[in-house]
């Protein structure tokens, strides 16, 4: 599905990511984890196209995309969620989840401002979609609040919706269990699931140990920059390595 | 049994249509009609104020200076499609409008070209220019965009008043020919505002229609988190420009309005003072507000009229009222009208609602 080929990122001196090769399967649920400032989000913002890479090959399903702008790369299906959330905050709830159908419709500026009759068809067929992609992560009540008056918790919910939105076939999500409570956190897990479910290849970066090794197939361990190990979660519990350089700390 | 755990009522096992929505979906789509009825209303009773006003304001005088209203409104209006919705700066706009008077004002006064056309060639024109100076100016971010649309305004002011052959220099262009409608010449106070206030009434229905649609939420994404909006697949490079050229255009059309209506320009209208002022209509009537912008362009424009004595410190005054309304009322004034109409439900329900309560 995708594919990393040797990528590094520098940020002037600093390689914030060297030589990281990797595969992800299709359909699974793959966890990224590693101590803070290992490389996670800089990883997800070089494949989502925000980063320009410094060397190696980003492959998504055998072709090329390395340097593809992000808003390309979302129209290919890779869509991602942030760890700091990143909403429309002065949109509602609905509209922001509307504006992730924006590349699933059509009508452009004369359309619009025409209000011409698929422009209307269009406009509601956005809607009802856009409602059942809230209610598929349980935030029906709150469509009409400002995406800004939410609390994190459902936050973090209506950035997965809108990723949906898009129908991606990669998903990445950037610590979606950070600041949510255990209950919260258990209710992520059966949402992610479902979201595999439907057919949809997940990326997981995360602290929460428990929640990886409860719901990924696959993991892999960055620290420093580096790729350190890969593999089930079982293998990675075993990792001496791993246990010395990342699990041993914590 | 993980199930029950799960957010979400429908839980649906079909994830893009479950069945168990269908109801409430319905009533949504009732409410939604609710939504768009009340704004073809408003639109609707703002239409009938329209056209009922040169009843009320007879004196010829008044009506004067509504049919500038109507210009500045479509300016504003144009303005507030980049600034307030997509976010983006521009202190260079007044030259755009400067730029489909003078196109106008030259085909017509010194061509012989019909006015329509000549209006259809300025907003093409200047609509062109815009999107080809968009793509690198729109590049730019904050400040550097307020600067380099600055320039692009000033280097506009100056081509007017160095091309003397074409524009007659600082001294202006006259003789620009009214415009006609088979046997109708527009050549009145009474008759412009009709003529005028048809645009301006136009441009708030497409200006209305835009926002409410999915490029005028991409717009507000953009303006939101310009990141998050390039990860959604919006293409925020190109639709800034497409809004930049658009806003240009409308400004153009207002122009050669302006231009018919004055039968006279002179570059002193299209300077970098108009450009705040334009900008302050945009701020005071509200960000992102259509029906607000209309409200700014009115109040800047009569403004001026009732302080007649303050004439040559106006650049000051709209200096004031732009920190004053970013400072106490950043929403603009149709930000108070929520607040107002519930000061005044909140009136009418006080004796009910106490007792509810208890
Ligand atoms: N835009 C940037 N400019 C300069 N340095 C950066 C930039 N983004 C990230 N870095 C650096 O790259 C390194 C990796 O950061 P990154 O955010 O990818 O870590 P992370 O694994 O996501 O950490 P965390 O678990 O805290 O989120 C850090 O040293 C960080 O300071
Ligand atoms: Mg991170």
């Known amino acids: 599905m995708l594919r990393l080929d040797r990528v590094s990122k520098r940020f002037g001196g600093l390689l914030a990511l060297e030589d990281v090769s990797f595969r992800i399967s299709e359909g699974a649920i793959t966890g990224i984890i590693g101590p803070n400032g290992a490389g996670k989000t800089t990883l997800f913002n070089i494949i989502t196209g925000l980063y320009d890479i410094s060397d190696g090959d980003v492959f998504l399903s055998d072709a090329r995309i390395t340097g593809l702008p992000a808003e390309k790369l979302a129209v290919k299906g890779i869509v991602r969620t942030f760890q700091n959330l990143e909403l429309f905050g002065n949109m509602t709830v609905l509209e922001n989840v509307m504006a992730g159908l924006h590349t699933r419709s059509r009508c452009g500026m004369v359309a619009c401002a025409l209000k011409l009759p698929w422009q209307i068809a269009e406009e509601r067929r956005i809607r009802e ?3 059942q992609w809230l209610d598929f992560v349980g935030l029906s009540d709150d469509a009409r609040l400002k995406a800004s008056e939410l609390p994190f918790g459902k936050g973090r919910l209506l950035e997965i919706a809108r990723a949906m939105a898009l129908k991606p076939k990669l998903l990445l999500m950037d610590e979606p269990a950070a600041g949510l409570n255990s209950r919260e956190t258990l209710e992520l897990a059966g949402l992610i699931r479902r979201i595999r479910e439907s057919g949809i290849t ?3 970066v995360e602290h929460d140990m428990e929640l990886v090794m409860d719901i990924c197939e696959q993991i892999v361990v960055m620290n420093l920059g580096r790729k350190l190990a890969e593999g089930t979660p079982r293998e990675i519990q075993e990792n001496p390595e791993v246990i010395a350089a990342y699990l041993g700390e914590g | 049994m993980a199930e029950g755990r799960m957010r979400g009522s429908a839980a649906p096992n079909n994830l893009y249509f479950p069945l168990t929505l269908t109801l409430s979906l319905r009533e ?10 009340r704004e073809l209303l408003k639109f609707a009773i703002f239409t009938i104020l329209v056209l009922l006003l040169p009843l009320a304001a007879k004196e010829g005088y008044i009506l004067n200076v509504l049919v500038f209203v109507g210009i500045h409104s479509i300016l ?3 303005l507030n499609l980049l600034l307030g919705y997509a976010g983006q700066i521009s202190l260079g706009h007044a030259g755009f409008f400067g730029l489909g008077a003078y196109i106008s004002g030259v085909l017509t006064a010194t061509h012989g070209q019909n006015p329509w056309l000549a209006m259809c060639y300025a907003a093409g024109a200047v609509g062109i220019l815009a999107f080809v100076i968009g793509f690198p100016i729109l590049k730019l971010k904050g400040h550097y965009l307020a600067m380099a649309t600055l320039g692009l305004g000033i280097i506009i002011y100056i081509l007017f008043n160095e091309t003397v052959d074409l524009t007659g220099g600082p001294s202006g262009l006259s003789g620009i020919p009214n415009l006609t409608l088979g046997t109708l010449t527009f050549d009145n106070d009474l008759k412009n505002y009709y003529l005028v206030w048809t645009f301006t009434l136009v441009a708030i229905l497409l200006a209305v229609n835009l926002a409410n649609s999915r490029i005028g939420r991409a717009l507000r994404a953009i303006h939101d988190s310009e990141t998050a909006a390039r990860l959604m697949g919006i293409n925020a490079r190109f639709l800034k ?8 255009l409308l400004c153009s059309v207002a122009g050669s309005l ?6 006279f320009v002179a570059p002193a209208s299209f300077g970098f003072n108009f450009s705040v002022e334009l900008v302050t209509m945009v701020i005071i009537g509200g960000l992102g507000s259509i029906y607000g912008s209309v409200l700014g362009a009115a109040i800047l424009t009569l403004l001026p009229e009732l302080l007649r004595a303050f004439q040559d410190y106006d650049i000051i005054i709209y200096g004031l009222i732009l920190i004053l309304m970013t400072m106490f009322l950043p929403g603009g ?6 607040v107002f109409m519930s000061l005044l439900r909140g009136r009418r329900k006080q004796p009910g609602g106490a007792h509810a309560e208890a």
């Open chain 1, 129 to 131: 979609e856009a409602l």
């Open chain 1, 202 to 204: 997940v990326v997981l």
């Open chain 2, 28 to 37: 949504r789509e009732f409410s939604r009609q609710y939504h768009l009825k």
């Open chain 2, 76 to 78: 504003a209006i144009a």
């Open chain 2, 241 to 248: 420009v497409q809004v930049f050229a658009l806003s240009a």
């Open chain 2, 258 to 263: 302006y231009a018919h209506v004055m039968t």
């Open chain 2, 333 to 338: 004034l149709v930000s108070m009208a929520p």
